[in-house]
Structure formats: C-alpha cells, structure tokens
C-alpha cells in the first residue's frame, strides 16, 4: 500500500489503523503496487516515493466545474467553510472580516458573508451576492458595507482573482503595527516573498469605495497586503487559495514576532528564498491544503451545506 498517494491529502486525525490495513491505493500511485508482499514494500516504496513524487505543477489552473451552476455551488460550499475555519483559527472579531467569491456567471457581482452572523454559523444559503454597486441581488440579510467597499475594487482590479480574504486575525494586526513588509525567515513565510504589500496609511473604517480603490492599487499583481493598524489580506484564484494563504499569513506574522521577541532572526539568501517561494507559494499546494480542512469540517459541521 501506498501510504504517500492514499494520505497525501489526509488529515493525520483522519487516518486509523483500519486505513493502514485496508489495501486501498491512490490511482495516482498505482504504478508502484506490483502485487509485492507487504513485507518487501519498503524497498519499493522508498524507491517509488522518490521517482514518482510529481514535480510541482506550478501553472496548473483551479478546477472549474462543468457548469456555470456548478461551479457556483462549489464555490458558495468553499465560501461559507472557508468562513468556520477562520472562525477555528479565531480570526472572527465580531462583525469585522469578510472573504468574497466572484459569481461564475456574472463576474461583476460577487458572493460574500452577511453583517454580524458569527463566521462559525454560516451557512451556504446564508451567504449573499452583490452586484457592481453593493446592492444585495441574492439573499435575505443586510451586507457589511466595509466588505463592499474593499474587495469590490479588487475583484474589478483583478480579473484573475476569484476570491479576496480579508480578517482582522491577532497576528495579522499586531504584525501591521509595525509597518513593514514580512521576512524570509521560514519556509511557509516565503509564500509571501516578493509578493505582498504594505498598505501603509490608515483613516479608520473602511467605508468609502476610494480607500478601496487605493488599497487594489497598492495590491497591484501581488498575493497578499499588510493593512497597517488594520489587518491582512490575501487573494486567490480559488476561495480555498485565499484562505489557505491568509492562514499560513498570519501564521508567518506569529512566527516573525516570535523569532524577533526571542532574538534576531537569521535571514534566507535569495536563493533559499527563492526556491521556499516556489515550493510553498504554490497555489496546487494552497489549494489540497485547503481541501483536507474543508473535508474535515464538512464531516464535523454538516450543516455548514445547508
Ligand atoms: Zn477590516
């Protein structure tokens, strides 16, 4: 069996005993099960492990399901998970943060979550769709008027992002207080390596479409903005892209002030830097890091789909 095709997108929580024996075998892996007895697959395995791990795809685009419906629903599911795990990961601050999904059909309107639901209660069905002037076209409930005013300039400003992710995470805004762009200093962290921005002004809420239009200007092509004072936020071809890179964000924002709370933090070459970023700024590896918390989380909050 072939443990690295079965659970390269397994939560280790998920993974029992049973799993280990049951003979099943990832078709991506299949190659490598030849009918050889358990005991002589180490050998195999090992060699296999190392010839058949792909090279990382590194222009392969998002899946996009077969129709306009389709993928609309996948990207509602994505949205309204996307929302718990941020809840999970405490980056919920009362009515603040929002992440928007850009409609399939109409790529001027957008899906996003409604005012003051607790992001670890919503659901698909409460999520609401606006158009290019922030008027609620689908759904019952009031929309963050915040929500509009940031992520409608970026999903004007970027046709190639789909979804824009934006929390008021601790991390995050402790990080922008200091008004400077993240480091490399750990590998994840070079997800963000030339390709972040320090959105460096702050005049309080967000709520005219201007400060919007400067913070899209300011993100240009980049993966990600350090709002100073504020909070951070990612962008993504997929919802799961979005979220995945503003977790592993704030995660690099903890790690930074940890590091330089305990010392100073030794630099990565370029070089290092470098090869970090194309390994861990893959946007493939965003996305299955994303789906096995998104399986997860569907088993354990089923309702989430409603
Ligand atoms: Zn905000």
Not at 159 to 178: F, K, N, P, T, Y
């Amino acid at each position: 069996m072939c443990l690295l095709g079965k659970y390269q997108c397994v939560d280790f929580r998920h993974i029992s005993w049973g799993d280990l024996l049951d003979g099943q075998m990832s078709p991506r892996h299949a190659s490598c099960h030849t009918g050889t007895a358990l005991a002589g697959e180490e050998t195999m395995m090992t060699k296999a492990t190392v010839e058949e791990v792909p090279e990382l795809d590194l222009e392969a685009l998002p899946e996009r399901q077969e129709s306009a419906t389709a993928e609309r629903a996948y990207r509602k599911r994505q949205l309204a998970v996307a929302f718990r795990l941020f809840a999970r990961y405490g980056f919920d601050e009362g009515v603040a943060g929002h992440i928007t999904a850009r409609d399939p059909e109409f790529p001027n309107r957008f899906w996003v979550n409604p005012y003051a639901v607790h992001f670890s209660r919503i659901k698909v069905s409460d999520l609401l769709l606006l158009d290019e002037n922030g008027k609620v076209v689908e759904g019952t409930r009031r929309s963050n008027k915040a929500a509009f005013s940031i992520h409608s300039t970026i999903h004007e400003a970027r046709e190639d992002v789909v979804a824009v992710a934006h929390a008021h995470s601790i991390h995050g805004r402790a990080w922008s207080a200091l008004s400077r762009p993240l480091d490399p200093i750990i590998q994840e962290a070079c997800a963000f390596h030339n390709d972040h921005v320090l959105f460096d002004e702050y005049k309080g809420l967000v709520l005219e479409r201007d400060e919007g239009v400067r913070i899209a200007a300011r993100l240009g092509s980049k993966r990600a903005a350090i709002l100073r004072h504020h909070g951070l936020l990612t962008v993504g071809r997929t919802v799961g892209e979005a979220a995945w890179w503003f977790i592993t964000m704030d995660r690099a924002c903890q790690m930074q002030l940890l590091a330089e709370a305990a010392g100073t933090p030794r630099l990565m070459t370029e070089e290092e830097a470098t090869l970090a970023a194309r390994q861990f700024g893959n946007a493939n590896m965003a996305r299955n890091n994303f789906q096995l918390m998104e399986e997860l989380l569907i088993e354990q909050e089923p309702d989430v789909l409603d």
